[in-house]
């Protein structure tokens, strides 16, 4: 019998490429730390897409096991139960693709096994080959594309799925997205709610997103049916934002320069740095420059956000707070973040 090829990818991009029918598929996770990890496995599995894809022929061949590698420091959570439960969500979840018009359907498992080492704080995920031939025609067949950091960078679990579904659609239709609301409910993974409530949902992530800054904007309108004040369908009109216009392109270019060259640093050197930086300009106590240096998108979000702040891109009136934000802790008894009249 012919053993199986074993891959194991761990490389983590910027950049996520999802394909479509992943976008559109009820999601697989309940909770906020299995949607974390969600996204993470995608941004490897895109990393890989063409050279390794191609390379070790992952796509419907069985004798190739392919397992993604999560480190604990990418997702930001080092507690144990936590984590245990996030797992066990995935472990046991479905995937579902649906075409109402068609009346055709597809569910499976596409994380089979999933393992954790707490000495290594490695998260082992085996991926299905179902999961992994959404890869297959990803060019022809249509895929999203979006920052892992922007997505992560947001605080709750429906405004990232809602910033994934409309990356999506920005450039469709002149980014006019109009969907039946108890599809968008089903894809959402909030289909137990009422219908009114996902409307305040909506309206909570679009004033998150102005908020956190993410360059992607949408407006709505709820549509209702003829014959009574039910509501039928929702429609996103989705814009791309730009940077900011008054900003110079001297300023821009020397942070993207300083932030190349923070990027170039091994891990210890930027753990170090960003140590110093907290100390220095933040009102952060140390287990929280801890949690920040353990993670590797915590420190790289810290640095790009202070490089903008130090550079006057960005004008927080209180640097701490908006920090904080930022990296999606505003939780202050999470956080503990030392008021002035602390001792």
Known sequence: ??????????????????????????????SSLAQ????????????????????????????????????????????????????DQLANSKLTWTDKDKKDFKIFSPFPSIQ???????????????????????????????????????????????????SAHVNLNNGVYSVDIEYFKDVMGC???????VAQIVKFCQQEWKETGVLLAFEYTTLTKETSKRISHIEFRITKLEEETDLSTKQIN??????????????????????????????????????????????????????????GIIQPVEKTPYMAKCLGFTDKSKWNIKDDDDE
């Open 116 to 166: 954790y080492k707490q000495r290594t704080g490695i998260i082992e995920i085996t991926i299905n080959q179902d999961m992994l031939s959404a890869y297959r025609d990803i060019i022809k067949k249509g895929y999203t594309r979006y920052k892992l950091n922007d997505i992560l960078g947001l605080q709750k679990l429906y405004s990232r799925r809602l910033f994934e579904l409309l």
């Open 191 to 197: 289909s137990h709610l009422e219908t009114r409530n």
């Open 254 to 311: 020397e942070v993207k320069r300083i932030v190349a060259q923070f990027d170039a640093l091994d891990t210890n050197k930027k753990s170090e740095l960003v140590k110093v930086l907290c100390r220095r300009g933040y009102n952060f106590k140390e287990a929280q420059i801890l949690t920040i240096i353990k993670s590797k998108i915590l420190l790289a979000r810290f640095f790009d956000i202070h490089t903008k702040i130090e550079k």
């Open 1 to 30: 019998m012919k053993k199986n090829k074993l891959v194991k990818i761990q490389t983590i991009g910027e950049h996520t490429y999802e394909p479509m029918s992943i976008v559109c598929a009820i999601p697989p996770y309940e």
């Open 36 to 87: 974390k990890i969600y996204f993470c496995i995608l941004n490897k599995l895109s990393v890989v897409r063409n050279d390794e894809f191609i390379q070790y022929n992952l796509f419907g061949n069985e004798n190739v096991l392919t397992k993604v590698l999560i480190y604990i420091s990418e997702i930001g959570e080092t507690h144990y139960n936590r984590i245990k439960e996030a797992a």
